[in-house]
């Protein structure tokens, strides 16, 4: 079981905790603070008790004091009747004493009346005490909402903070590699924009050179047609059998030249054929190029991949680290659990002081009572003052010095309880200080996890803002590969179709060459020469057409080798999103672990919250004894004050005594005298006896004012003990 001591320990260890920026709860530390506010509920429960207790014991005092007040109307009425006695005695003692009766009654109905005043007063005095403990428990509630609202705030603040830095930390990793990304997907997409460029100007120079190549093949129709038409009227003139060998000369001269017009066209195509080939090698370096760039890029996603494993090992790290630090703050509750056991320990031997008060106090009521009863004994011995005057004397000194004795007592006591108080005071101080010292703490640290909030949440915006750019780019790049895919295809198409046409156009050319070769080889064999040149002119087709069906090839390699890039590219972007999505998902993971210390440090700081709440109450409690226990030095100040003028009058009533006993022996001491004297003569004996029946009579009235003046002192002692009284109800 806990004392107050140990729950004051416990939040001590809780603040210098909180002082520390890597402190985390947990639910040790949730279990030692319920155990914490539990011993401060048994406190407040202690507290109660006592307060009922001390209800009680006012209780008893109304009590005292009721007897207190019936037995000072006893006493009234027993002093009525003695006074009635003295009336039988004389009538004008009577009349006097009537008219000091009345002035009595009257302080008498007065002092009803200021105690009636004084009791309505109490009754005032305890509703609106109940009204403030109403307002205070209303205040406390408020206050406790209040706090509640500020630990569900602190907590959260901590998890964002814990959060932040964690989300910092992957941020930072994230976005280096996102940069690295970027870089090469910047770097990739250049390159491939300049690729596609240049298949684009190669697609154009094939398309130009194809246009060329069909220019020349036309060119080369109209000396073949020409070559057609000579053969035709050479066969027209063989048939004819004519002999115009100079024109057939002159023609062969004109095929000659065509021939060699043939072959110079042949070596320009063979000289573009090799720079087709050089531009085909260029590209295929170009495509293996960029392969080398997407597998790099591969091997990079690879290396993040593990990168985000090696991140989900490094939070599976962090999770047992937070498990040791709950071990940890389960060791420091129960030192702090300790520390409220010595607290609570220090409560109960307060509680305990102050019931020792409430039975020093009971006591001196007591005392007060017994003090009383003596008074009455006095003023019964004062009324026989007559007959025995030096036993009231001895009596009177030895009560006295009784009174003295206590008096001395009650003052020593009451040093000691100022003592107490001072010591007490100083503890609550010292109490109030350190706690405005742990508040100050919590109020820096909020400040500063607000600001890290801040920080976090604009870092955040940041991260966000960068991934929606890079998802931007990522689309605009998939569509610009797409839209590049499209275009090839259409223009590959449009390649197929020239290609198709040159192969018509070759077909027919090659028939017309075989059906020439066939008419040749029908003539004479004069024109073996013709027939040469046909051949070299089949043969020049033959390499011309395996020229175009190799450009063929090369475009089919080429168009697989851009459907192979969009499908790198196409595998390329699911991996990014993939990234992306295991991006996404490590951030909700990480969101819902913060939630859920959100939710256990809320509880946690809720709990300290209602440690703090009691401790207040009792700290409430503690001045509400305080200032009792000021009412009660004050009460007790004026009992001594009371006393001393109690003392006072009766030392004032023994001088008047001491004086009545003088003139009684001097009185006595004539009389014996003035017999002795009168014994010779009547009439002096007649006259001495008159002037004794005049002394008596004085002596009488002397006795009587005497009396009045004890009656007088004896009913104010009783109004001072009627206030006293009243004073330590209130």
């Not at 569900?152 to 930072?172: F, G, P």
């Not at 300049?194 to 050179?209: D, F, G, H, M, W």
């Not at 006595?668 to 009547?682: F, H, M, Q, T």
């Amino acid at each position: 079981m806990t004392t107050y001591d140990g729950s004051i320990r416990i939040l001590d260890d809780f603040k210098g905790r909180f002082s520390s920026t890597k402190y985390e709860f947990t639910k040790d530390d949730a279990n030692q603070l319920m155990r914490v506010s539990e011993c401060l509920e048994k406190l407040e429960w202690q507290r109660r008790c006592a307060g009922q207790l001390f209800e009680t014991e006012t209780i008893k005092v109304c009590v005292a004091q009721n007897r207190l007040s019936e037995f000072r109307n006893e006493k009234l009425r027993e002093l009525v009747e003695s006074r009635r006695k003295v009336q039988e005695l004389n009538r004008e003692e009577l009349k006097t004493e009537n008219e000091e009766l009345k002035i009595l009654k009257d302080d008498v109905a007065l002092l009803l009346d200021i105690s009636k005043r004084f009791a309505a007063d109490l009754q005032a005095l305890r509703t609106q005490e109940m009204r403030l403990t109403r307002e205070n428990e209303e205040t406390i509630s408020a206050l406790n909402r209040g706090l509640r609202n500020k630990a569900a705030s602190q907590i959260e603040l901590n998890n964002t903070h814990e959060a932040a830095q964690n989300t910092r930390i992957k941020a930072d990793g994230l976005m280096k590699k996102m940069e690295t990304i970027n870089k090469e997907l910047n770097a990739q997409r250049k390159q491939t924009k300049r690729s596609i460029v240049q298949l684009e100007i190669e697609t154009a120079n094939l398309k130009e050179k194809l246009d060329a190549q069909n220019a020349r093949n036309e060119v080369l129709r109209g000396p073949y047609e020409e070559a057609e038409v000579t053969l035709a009227e050479i066969n027209q003139k063989n048939r004819l059998l004519t002999n115009g060998h100079e024109e057939q000369k002159i023609k062969i001269t004109e095929l000659r030249k065509a021939i060699a017009r043939l072959k110079d066209t042949l070596a320009s195509q063979i000289t573009e054929n090799a720079r087709l080939s050089k531009s085909k090698k260029e590209v295929d370096e170009r495509l293996s190029g960029m392969i080398a760039t997407h597998n790099t890029i591969l091997a990079s996603l690879e290396a993040e991949t593990k990168d985000l494993k090696q991140k989900k090992e490094e939070a599976t790290m962090n999770t047992e680290n937070l498990r040791i630090r709950q071990d940890n703050l389960k060791k420091d509750l129960e030192e702090a659990e300790t520390q409220t056991d010595k607290k609570k320990s220090l409560i109960v031997n307060m509680l305990k002081q102050t019931k020792k008060v409430e039975e020093d106090l009971l006591n001196r009521l007591a005392e007060m009572g017994q003090l009383e009863d003596e008074i009455e004994r006095m003023e019964k011995d004062a009324a026989l003052v007559k007959s025995s005057s030096k036993n009231l004397i001895t009596t009177y000194q030895a009560q006295l010095a009784s009174m003295r004795n206590q008096l001395s007592a009650e003052q020593k006591e009451r040093v000691e309880s100022q003592r107490k108080k001072r010591q007490l005071a100083r503890e609550v101080v010292d109490f109030k200080a350190e706690y405005n010292r742990t508040l100050r703490n919590a109020q820096r640290q909020i400040n500063r996890a607000k600001s890290k909030k801040a920080e976090l949440i604009k870092e955040q915006g940041i991260l966000r803002q960068n991934t929606q750019y890079n998802l931007q780019q990522a689309r605009e790049l998939r569509q610009y590969i797409f839209d590049l895919c499209k275009r090839s295809e259409e223009e590959r198409r449009e390649h197929n179709e020239n290609i198709k046409e040159s192969q018509k156009n070759l077909q027919r050319i090659m028939d017309r060459a075989t059906e020439t070769e066939a008419n040749i080889l029908l003539e004479t064999p004069g024109n073996e020469a013709v027939l040469a040149n046909v051949k070299t002119m089949s043969e020049f087709y033959a390499q011309l057409k395996q020229a175009q069906v190799d450009l063929t090839h090369e475009i089919r390699t080429l168009n697989q080798e851009a459907l192979k890039m969009n499908t790198e590219n196409e595998r390329l972007a699911k991996t990014v999103e993939e990234m992306i999505q295991q991006q996404e998902d490590v951030r909700k993971d990480l969101i819902d672990r913060l939630e859920q210390s959100i939710t256990e440090i809320r509880k946690k700081e809720y709990q300290i919250y209602v440690a703090g709440c009691r401790i207040k109450t009792t700290k409430i409690e503690n001045s509400r004894l305080e200032r009792a226990m000021d009412h009660q030095e004050d009460d007790m100040r004026k009992i001594c004050n009371d006393w001393e003028k109690i003392m006072r009058n009766k030392a004032k009533v023994r001088y008047r005594i001491y004086q009545l006993q003088q003139n009684l022996m001097e009185s006595r001491d004539k009389e014996v005298k003035e017999s002795r004297e009168s014994a010779g003569a009547y009439e002096q004996a007649s006259g001495v006896l008159q002037s004794v029946f005049a002394d008596s009579q004085l002596r009488r009235e002397a006795i009587s004012h005497f009396l009045e003046g004890l009656f007088y002192y004896i009913q104010k002692v009783d109004g001072y003990l009627g206030n006293k009284c009243d004073i330590t109800v209130r």
